[in-house]
Antibody, heavy 124, light 108 residues
Framework: EVQLVESGGGGVQPGRSLRLSCEASGITFGDHVMHWVRQAPGKGLEWVSG????????AYADSVQGRFTLSRDNAKNSLYLQMNSLRPEDTALYYC?????????????????WGKGTTVIVSS | SYVLTQPPSVSVAPGKTAKITCGGNKIGSKSVHWYQQKPGQAPVMVIHYDSARPSGIPERFSGSNSGNTATLTISRVEVGDEAGYYC???????????FGGGTKLTVL
C-alpha cells in the first residue's frame, strides 16, 4: 500500500522557521515527482511547491518563492520543505502528494496519492 | 496568472446528475484533473487528464473539457458524494500548478 506520512508541523511565531518532512512507503520514491499542497482553515487547496525525481526542476508558488525551499532525499524516501520567514498567512494544513504524471520529470500532471497532512500555525 | 473559476456550491437531489464546472481561458487546451475532498479527509483524485477515471472510482464520475470550460459530471448522485470538489491544471506560462477555488456539493 502506498503511504505518505507528513511530520514537522506545529506552532511558531511569525518570522521563525519550520521544516516539514514527508516519508513515503510502498513506492519507488525516486521515480516520482512530489508536491506540497496546503489548505488554510476553511479554505481551498493551494499548491506550494513541486520537485522532479532528480531535483533537477523545483517550482514554487509566488506566495512562498524566496522563503520556502523544497528538497528530497531519494535514499531516505523523504521529501522536505524548509519554511523560513513564516507569516500568519502560512497557517494551514500541509499535504504531501505524489505526482502521477507521465514521468518523474513531469510536474504538469495530477496528484494521485496524498498524505493526511501536518498542521502549521503561525501566530504570535 | 492563470485563474480557474468554480461555482462555490452545487446542490442536487439523490439519484440525479450533478455537473460541476471549472472555467479558464482556453482550458480545453490543457489537461484538467479533479479531486474530491470529504470533511476532515485528504483529497482523492477522481478524474485525471480531462476524463480518465482511476481504478476504484465509480463509473458514475466522468469528465469533459472543451473551449473555456471543463466539467465534472456525477451521475446517480449518492449522499456519500457530498464533498468539496477541486479542478487543477498546469499553468505552463508560469510553471505553476493551479487549483480552482473548489465547489461544495450538497446532496439534498
Amino acid at each position: 500500500e502506498v503511504q505518505l506520512v507528513e511530520s514537522g508541523g506545529g506552532g511558531v511565531q511569525p518570522g521563525r522557521s519550520l521544516r516539514l518532512s514527508c516519508e513515503a512507503s510502498g513506492i519507488t520514491f525516486g521515480d516520482h515527482v512530489m508536491h506540497w499542497v496546503r489548505q488554510a482553515p476553511g479554505k481551498g487547496l493551494e499548491w506550494v511547491s513541486g520537485i522532479t525525481w532528480n531535483s533537477g526542476t523545483i517550482a514554487y508558488a509566488d506566495s512562498v518563492q524566496g522563503r520556502f525551499t523544497l528538497s528530497r532525499d531519494n535514499a531516505k524516501n523523504s521529501l522536505y520543505l524548509q519554511m523560513n520567514s513564516l507569516r500568519p498567512e502560512d497557517t494551514a494544513l500541509y499535504y504531501c502528494a505524489k505526482g502521477g504524471g507521465h514521468s518523474g520529470y513531469d510536474l504538469t500532471g495530477h496528484m494521485d496519492v496524498w498524505g493526511k497532512g501536518t498542521t502549521v500555525i503561525v501566530s504570535s | 496568472s492563470y485563474v480557474l473559476t468554480q461555482p462555490p456550491s452545487v446542490s442536487v437531489a439523490p439519484g440525479k446528475t450533478a455537473k460541476i464546472t471549472c472555467g479558464g481561458n482556453k482550458i480545453g487546451s490543457k489537461s484538467v484533473h479533479w479531486y474530491q475532498q470529504k470533511p476532515g479527509q485528504a483529497p482523492v483524485m477522481v478524474i485525471h487528464y480531462d476524463s480518465a477515471r482511476p481504478s476504484g472510482i465509480p463509473e458514475r464520475f466522468s469528465g469533459s473539457n472543451s473551449g473555456n470550460t471543463a466539467t465534472l459530471t456525477i451521475s446517480r448522485v449518492e449522499v456519500g458524494d457530498e464533498a468539496g470538489y477541486y479542478c487543477q491544471v498546469w499553468d505552463s506560462g508560469r510553471e505553476h500548478v493551479v487549483f480552482g477555488g473548489g465547489t461544495k456539493l450538497t446532496v439534498l
